[in-house]
């Protein structure tokens, strides 16, 4: 396992770079702002995507921290963190993300990142945690740490274990897979002997979930997540 960055680091109080990976333009603008306006001698760069990020730490070798998102564009934050290893870039790498499924937590964890941040945390959980990875500690909230430790050696197959993460049960995996068979509501009613309005439940539960606002955007989503 390559450990990124556990001896070397000035002390977050002295002048500092920041690097954040984030798609979310403003969430990443805004980030920058809070952190600087709390640590006035860092500097927070930010990139869109992996290449971006790539681009920018090799032009700054004096980035001091990392800060990546799971869900990006074409590589995504669990294969950045890879390919930081492969560059033996000695820097510390949290993740921080709306994704809170803990299997690829304790993966980006084991490939050497050093700690995981939800994104629904307020500015001054986000700061305290990236200050306890920058005085050399792994961060973990609490009741994420607890999940890690339950989690048997094994890993489940992907949809059960994206299902998992995602807190979608077995009867809405099966709505969503009679919906990616183009039945409709009253045809699933009837496969799965429930009524028409539990399926219309159901169907609302996966399209909070996945974002998004009809059965075609739910099934494109559910295959791009690997839930089907």
């Known amino acids: ?14 002048a500092m770079k920041i690097l954040h990976v984030d798609d979310h333009e403003i969430f990443a603008q805004g980030l920058a702002m809070a952190l600087e306006a709390h640590l006035p001698e860092a500097h927070v760069l930010y990139g869109l995507d992996a290449a971006q990020a790539l681009h920018l730490l ?23 963190i890879d390919a930081l290893g492969e560059r033996d870039m000695a820097l510390p790498v949290v993740v921080m993300s709306a994704v809170e499924d803990p299997w690829l937590i304790r993966d980006c964890l084991r490939a050497g990142a050093m700690g995981f941040v939800p994104k629904v945390f307020g500015k001054d959980e986000i700061i305290a945690a ?14 994420l740490a607890e999940r890690l430790q ?5 890993e489940p197959p992907e949809a059960q274990r994206v299902a998992k993460g ?18 409709g509501n009253r045809e699933i009613a009837d496969i799965l002997c429930i009524s028409e309005h539990t399926v219309k439940s159901h169907a609302r539960v996966l399209f ?21």
């Open 130 to 143: 990236l200050e306890r990875v920058l005085a050399g500690e792994v961060y973990l909230p609490h009741r």
């Open 166 to 183: 995602l807190g979608l049960g077995k009867r809405q995996l099966d709505v969503l897979a009679l919906m990616r068979q183009g039945y």
């Open 58 to 80: 090799e032009a700054n070798v004096d980035i001091d921290l990392a800060i990546v998102d799971l869900n990006m564009p074409g590589i995504d934050g669990r294969a950045l």
């Open 208 to 228: 909070q979930t996945l974002g998004v606002n009809n059965r075609l955007e739910c099934v494109r989503e559910a295959e791009r997540t690997g839930l089907i």
């Open 150 to 154: 339950q989690l048997p050696d094994e």
């Open 1 to 14: 396992m390559h450990r990124f960055g556990q001896s070397g680091l000035r002390a977050y109080t002295d």
